[in-house]
């Protein structure tokens, strides 16, 4: 089975991010009924403890990485990120 690396980059009091976190949180549930589906570690990290994700994202924020590679940014696709979890090999 394989497994997915999620990374959610933001910062406390971010509304998008919140709403990034719930999306994300919700397609792993629906994820974790379907036969064959990876499985998937999230991590959450705040721009405010990382300088460099600092000055890489700032602008950005939320930010979703799979696997160490940018997936989307600002509002995250519930379709989109379930079909590249899927295509994790």
């Given at each position: 089975?394989s497994?997915?690396?999620?990374?959610?980059i933001?910062k406390?009091g971010?509304h998008?991010?919140?709403?990034?976190?719930?999306?994300?949180?919700?397609?792993?549930?629906q994820?974790?009924?379907e036969?064959?589906?990876?499985?998937?570690?999230?991590?959450?990290?705040?721009i405010l403890?990382?300088?460099?994700?600092?000055?890489?994202?700032?602008?950005d924020?939320?930010?979703?990485?799979i696997?160490?590679?940018?997936?989307?940014y600002?509002r995250?696709?519930?379709?989109?990120?379930?079909?590249?979890?899927?295509?994790v090999?």
């Amino acid at each position: 089975m394989s497994t997915a690396h999620l990374t959610l980059i933001g910062k406390p009091g971010c509304h998008l991010c919140d709403d990034a976190r719930a999306v994300v949180n919700t397609v792993l549930e629906q994820l974790g009924t379907e036969p064959g589906a990876p499985e998937v570690a999230l991590e959450e990290k705040s721009i405010l403890d990382d300088p460099a994700l600092h000055e890489l994202y700032v602008e950005d924020i939320p930010v979703l990485l799979i696997n160490g590679l940018v997936h989307n940014y600002w509002r995250i696709d519930p379709v989109r990120l379930h079909t590249a979890l899927l295509e994790v090999r």
